[in-house]
């Protein structure tokens, strides 16, 4: 797709890009319902039939999760160069979200009062990894890191192992970031028992993690009775760059989100229509070749843009309407730009940071809002594992000051009790 | 319901007062589904349509919203001690909420790279009122002045006025809080129409507030297209407090969430049976003549509980359990205690701070966690309104330093391209 913002159609096809309908979520509600009440009932019986079923993986209560053993095991496969690059990854993301942590604060109000808030970790927290292709270690890090740095105590994963066949390298991240256990199950049925518990598996207070269909079902259906981070969408970048790039680097950019799933979507606006031109012809140069061409062919062909604008205000104002998960800024006063974006997950500033630094090492979370959500919501921190209790202590001044406005408001309100429990006391200190 | 937790049944007993069903959530979502179906497409006309079947309430595109002047002379009939009230309200609770901005981060990494991010408010919120007995003007400053603080743009409500009769306190707290419209819409109608707009209302991009069983289920239904705040179930109290309390000062303070809703829940936690036992009485006495003693009898009959515990390191530890919305505090070393609990929504500490100052004028907001969420969720704050977009920005020695390792795990992952963005670069500075 190649649009001009000064043809004449520009409004109706950007229009057009925006709304753009790239996933048809299967209707997989009525299963996932079913096997949460399942395992809500059975319990264990229920997880390991299903495990059974969907994985041809039999397990019983004792082998559910990994033995230390059987995770030394695992992660003793992991070739040097791999366990050195995930071991930086690691301390780079922690060192990132270290700063995170949110702080107490109390203050005394104008009549001696106390106000204030302090923060507690979620006790526990469960998180998801997909099993087969799309079980990433990095994301272990992403979601794992933030919950330790929060100072959650207990921290499982479930991630299934179709056949048994496990991930060590997903296994040694586990283990990188304080995760404490890790069931060998998966599907709406692991997210069931993070919630509910069953015999062998302590529910935990929040859920968090990728999944398909059916896991994404799942977390919509207990949301509420634990805390759950995003329903993510397909994985979007939008890059805006000048001519002063190297097209080929801004091709592979383009192609490292498309080659995720063939509804992924990535864009390109530039102010240079021969540029954008360039770029195209290097994305068909890299597909020839490319291993994961079959996604990433279909993804560009279907979903992927080039947009050209008159100038780089234009390309500001057309990225906080698509509100990518994903933004490249590579072009002159790149960081003057970027201060001026409104909507956009995570921002990747100049010609040297492919978006693949942020997936994997460059600090800040990879977990981000997609499918314009950015416009209200951020991408997973420590924050999404702390909550916030607030604090206030009047003083018999305070009560006496403010104590008849709350009154009033109360009996505006017709909430007779609300006024009698400040009246109370109010009677009290005016007899003193 | 009195508990003791001496008794050898205790632990089953407070096992089933957590458990308690209080809310039977009526199944409204196939009826919402088809009311947020239609105002998507008749946008003007099915809103005004159902306004006229529910509300009785005949509107024109013109009519939705109240002009400046219908305001007004609405505003003109709030007397004046409500007038100041509410106008003292709102000061604290903006004073407390501004505290709550959070601040922008940036700093070098090891290699001269920049890592940060940056907050950013969300520009267009709507805030729903409910009609009727539950319009709370308290509600509007609650939910309009976080969003203020916040920096959202265009802060609209929508409030429905049933037979046309509109509540001139909610419209002066609209207006003390920044709101820019007040739509007479309300319901799923309401809801489906500040997500997706009409010809005259423009979307917004979260959505907040309390409502019945269809505004709940709209606003699960439009989640993702717009962010909401949580789900409120009814409200709850738990109060912990020695022998050294007035009875009645306990007794109206659990009563004043009992008259909230039938289905509320007012618990006393004590280490001592006797004051246990003349709170019982002091709520009986009052019950006797209680305005909305039809209200709170039900609520305190059936849900409501007084636990006679050893020590207060026991009230503490079930307090946690229970994770109450509203925690009030009344005896020696309250702030002491208030220190070790780690979930509750709010804290209200010492005698004189009943919790109907922080539903009006203390300062922290009263849109809460209910339903033991306080687990893993907070109240209300500056935090909704706001979103976080992550920043990076690599020197080519940052990424010769890490890109090798981005470009490892890339490998590993089976993603080639996202390997290749990094290589490309790296070979560019390779050659130099």
């Known amino acids: 797709m190649f649009l001009n913002s000064a043809d004449a159609d520009f409004d109706t096809q950007f229009a057009q890009l925006l709304t753009m309908k790239r996933e048809d979520s299967p209707d997989v509600d009525a299963v996932v319902a079913e096997i949460i009440a399942d395992v809500q009932s059975r319990g264990d019986a229920a997880v390991i039939e299903l495990t059974s079923k969907f994985d041809r993986m039999d397990l019983t209560p004792e082998t559910m999760a990994f033995s230390r053993e059987e995770m030394d095991v695992e992660i003793a ?89 496990a991930n060590p390298l997903v296994l040694l991240a586990a283990r990188l970031s ?90 390109l606006i530039t102010d240079d229509a021969g540029f954008g031109l360039a770029v195209a012809n290097a994305v068909e140069t890299r597909l020839e070749t490319l291993e994961r061409r079959e996604i990433a062919g279909p993804s560009w062909r279907d979903f992927g843009a080039i947009v050209v604008v008159r100038d780089m205000d234009e390309a500001v104002a057309l990225s906080d309407r698509i509100a990518p998960e994903h933004l490249e800024i590579a072009c002159e006063n790149a960081d003057v730009l970027a201060a001026r974006v409104r909507h956009a997950g995570a921002i990747f500033i100049g010609s040297y940071t492919p978006e693949a630094i942020g997936d994997y090492i460059g600090g800040p ?48 309100e017709g909430l007779e009790a609300h006024g009698l429990s400040v009246r109370a006391r109010l009677n009290r200190l005016n007899e003193q």
């Not at 366990?83 to 109000?109: K, M």
């Not at 207990?222 to 805390?227: E, L, S, T």
């Not at 950015?374 to 702390?386: E, I, Y």
């Not at 009047?394 to 109360?410: N, R, S, V």
């Open 365 to 412: 979370n990879h977990v981000l809002p997609t499918a314009r959500s950015a416009r209200f919501s951020s991408g997973l921190s420590v924050m999404d594992f702390v909550k916030r209790t607030t604090l206030a202590r009047m003083t018999p001044e305070a009560l006496k000051a403010i104590g008849p406005a709350a009154e009033t408001l109360a009996k505006a």
């Open 77 to 165: 496969k992991v070739p040097a160069d791999q366990r050195a690059a995930l071991a930086l990854a690691a301390e780079r993301i922690r060192a990132y979200h270290d700063r995170q942590l949110p702080s107490d604060e109390s203050w005394e109000g104008p009549h001696g009062e106390m106000l204030g808030w302090r923060w507690t970790p979620v006790e526990a927290a469960g998180l998801y990894v997909p099993g087969g292709l799309a079980s990433y270690p990095s994301s272990v890090l992403m979601n794992a890191i933030p919950a330790q740095v929060a100072g959650v105590e207990r921290l499982v994963i479930c991630a299934p192992t179709p056949d048994g066949v």
């Open 178 to 267: 304080g995760v404490d256990t890790v069931y060998r199950i998966g599907g709406a049925q692991a997210i069931a028992a993070m919630a509910y518990g069953t015999d062998t598996i302590t529910p935990v207070d929040k859920i968090t993690g990728p999944g398909n269909a059916f896991v994404a079902a799942a977390k919509r259906r207990v949301f509420g009775r634990v805390g759950i981070d995003m329903i993510a969408g397909p994985s979007e970048i939008l890059v805006i760059a000048d001519k002063n790039n190297d097209p080929d680097w801004v091709a592979v950019d383009l192609l490292s989100q498309a080659e995720h799933d063939e509804s992924a979507q990535s864009i």
